[in-house]
């Protein structure tokens, strides 16, 4: 799913995004992007000088909490795009299986909590993407590569309520016939494995990997599965401030703040430098 370097610059050029020559007006000066989708901004985002935005703090070293504080990678590239549109954030702690909805009720202006991009999804709101991830299997240590998707057959699998993972493992439960799949809805998948309450979990990559480093009785298992871009939600009738989102964020990776946030929170194997509006299947 990613493209390589020529093709990036080639996509940034075209948007106005990057490349090696600013983007010109007819007369052949330059044209600042972001000014202009600072100007284009709503106008009740304009006046408030904040966008709201909601996240389900769950997701470490995506999106947590410290404290009172959310923080992660989630929340660190939404406020370098706020803040190259001249605003801040008021975050709002909002469960996953919810964000989309506000969004399209504009109770929060944007959704960002490591959301995989994908066309059902789209059908509620448009999505900046930021990020490529894959879904890991984590499974008890020595339990070693249990062969994809195919070798939960026959066992317990955790995955969080109202994320793709519930669907995979449900689909996996067809495909598995006689032997079956049991799912186990769960909050902390991971924790579930350590503690014997299942037999394997699923989960985004960047996460996997932590909850193994954090927890020594667990393993990540084989290789990532499908890479599938995250993005950030916006209501789709709100495409000025989608295209200012996107703007913003080709500025944070034109720049290098994008890699050196990426580096920050050791996940620089999912770059995705296209910031393509709805590029996920």
């Known amino acids: 799913m990613r493209i390589g370097f020529l093709a990036a610059a080639v996509a940034l050029a075209m948007v106005g995004g990057g490349g090696c020559t600013a983007p010109q007006d007819d007369t052949g000066v330059p044209v600042d992007r972001l000014a202009e989708a600072r100007a284009a901004l709503p106008a009740d985002i304009a006046q408030r000088g904040s966008l709201t935005g909601g996240t389900d703090p769950t997701f470490e070293p995506m999106t947590f909490m410290k404290g009172s504080t959310f923080t992660g990678l989630d929340v660190d590239i939404a406020e370098a795009i706020a803040g190259r549109l001249g605003l801040t954030i008021e975050w709002r702690n909002v ?6 909805d506000q969004v399209q009720k504009h109770e929060i202006d944007f959704s960002i909590s490591s959301m995989f991009d994908r066309s059902q999804r789209q059908e509620k709101a448009d999505f900046v993407d930021y990020l490529n991830a894959g879904t890991s299997i984590v499974v008890p240590k020595g339990a070693g590569d249990i062969g994809g998707m195919a070798g939960l057959c026959g066992r317990r699998v955790a995955a ?7 669907d995979m493992a449900r689909a996996q439960q067809d495909a598995c016939g006689r032997k079956g799949l049991t799912v186990v809805l769960s909050s902390r998948p991971s924790a579930d494995v350590a503690a014997k309450k299942a037999d394997a979990a699923l989960n985004d990559f960047p996460i996997a990997a932590l909850d193994v480093e954090k927890m020594p009785a667990l393993e990540l298992s084989g290789p990532q599965i499908e890479a599938i871009p995250y993005g950030i ?14 703007t913003a964020l080709y500025s944070l990776i034109n720049d290098g703040t994008y890699d050196a946030l990426l580096d920050k929170w050791k996940v620089k194997e999912g770059a995705l430098r296209t910031g393509a509006v709805n590029g996920g299947a």
Request: zero cysteines.
């Open 233 to 246: 939600g916006v209501a789709k009738d709100r495409k000025a401030l989608t295209t200012a989102v996107q």
């Open 160 to 166: 969080q309520p109202d994320t793709v993972f519930v």
């Open 95 to 100: 469960p996953f299986g919810e964000l989309l």
